[in-house]
């Protein structure tokens, strides 16, 4: 089997990761095995990416800001990281297309809905885009929390939750700004059982 660089990348960051971090993975029998999958989780560190990654049991496709591309040497290898660019701060209607494409397409979508890391450790008001993405797709939508903090050999503990009933959500037409904020309580009730 060739070795791509995602694998490589993946098998490399949890060689480094997982001892320092002392990383616990909870409920990964909880992502369905196949069909597209929109995993949605809190973001309290530049490292969440990462650790989602090495810890969700299938490879996982992240938007990144687009700024990251710009930046020398890390701008080529992002891309094989199964990343792609979003513009913050606006509506990115290629970045929406591309994230659709890939739930098409069967494979799992790993989003941040905050946007942006929380300064304080406490979940921020999701952005309407993970409504968007649950509710113009059929993919499974599975929240996670990630629930530190990132301190050297103190445990991190990363919690895959069942996927929401999203055929209850479209039965209520709840639009995509309701629809994130019900993701964003389902991550914020794992935290809280979890912790």
């Known amino acids: 089997m060739k070795l791509t660089v995602y694998s490589f990348a993946r098998s490399l960051v949890n060689t480094v990761l997982k001892p320092i971090y002392r990383i616990e993975v909870i409920g990964r029998e909880n992502m ?4 597209g999958v929109l995993l949605c ?6 490292l969440d990416p990462p650790v989602v990654g090495i810890t969700a049991p299938r490879p996982v496709h992240f938007m990144a800001k687009e700024e ?39 494979k799992v979508l790993g989003l941040f809905p905050e946007g ?3 300064k304080t450790g406490e979940m921020g008001k999701g952005l ?8 113009r797709s059929d993919a499974h939508v599975v929240p996670c929390a990630i ?9 991190l503990k990363v919690v895959y939750g069942k996927p929401i009933d999203m055929v209850s959500i479209k039965e209520k037409k ?3 700004e309701q629809t994130t904020d ?12 979890f912790k």
Not at 32 to 35: E, I, L, T
Request: hydrophobic share 45%; proline share 6%.
């Open 147 to 155: 629930i530190g903090p990132y301190k050297a050999f103190k445990k």
């Open 68 to 106: 990251l591309f710009a930046v020398p040497v890390l701008g080529k290898i992002v891309p094989h990281l199964n990343a792609f660019p979003v513009k913050r701060g606006m509506s990115d209607r290629e970045a929406l297309r591309k994230g659709l494409g890939i739930l098409k397409d069967g």
């Open 128 to 135: 309407a885009g993970a409504g968007f993405f649950a509710l």
């Open 41 to 46: 989780a809190n973001h309290i560190d530049n």
């Open 116 to 118: 942006t890391r929380s």
């Open 32 to 35: 369905p095995a196949d069909g």
């Open 174 to 176: 709840l639009n995509a």
């Open 182 to 193: 019900l993701i964003m309580s389902e991550i914020q009730e794992l935290i809280n059982n």
